[in-house]
């Protein structure tokens, strides 16, 4: 099993290839850990946004790679990083 909190996306991507993970319990892992780290009391407070429908994206997919479909590595961080540059300064 691999271990999310420190891998790379490219061995993320591996691992869903391996069906070691969906990108459902991905977004599941990332949404936790959000809640652990940024928006507790006392948190970073350094994520101003979360896309209310990531779960419902996750599982289209996770549909389109049983299907065969796999989407290229930037899907999984260019809303994050888009996020990222437009409030750095």
């Known amino acids: ?10 061995e ?3 691992a869903m290839n391996q069906k070691q993970i ?3 319990e991905l977004v599941l892992f990332y949404l936790s850990r ?3 780290i940024d928006q507790c009391e006392g ?4 994520v101003l946004e979360i896309n209310p ?3 419902f994206i ?3 997919l996770d549909h389109e790679r049983k299907e065969g479909r796999v989407r290229q590595l930037i899907t999984w961080n260019s809303h994050y990083v888009k ?3 437009q409030y750095r300064g």
């Open 12 to 14: 993320l991507q591996d």
């Open 22 to 24: 969906t990108a459902r």
């Open 43 to 46: 948190g970073l407070n350094a």
């Open 83 to 85: 996020r990222y540059n």
């Open 1 to 10: 099993m691999i271990n999310m909190q420190g891998a790379t996306i490219l």
């Open 53 to 55: 429908d990531a779960l």
């Open 58 to 60: 996750a599982d289209m």
């Open 34 to 36: 959000i809640a652990q």
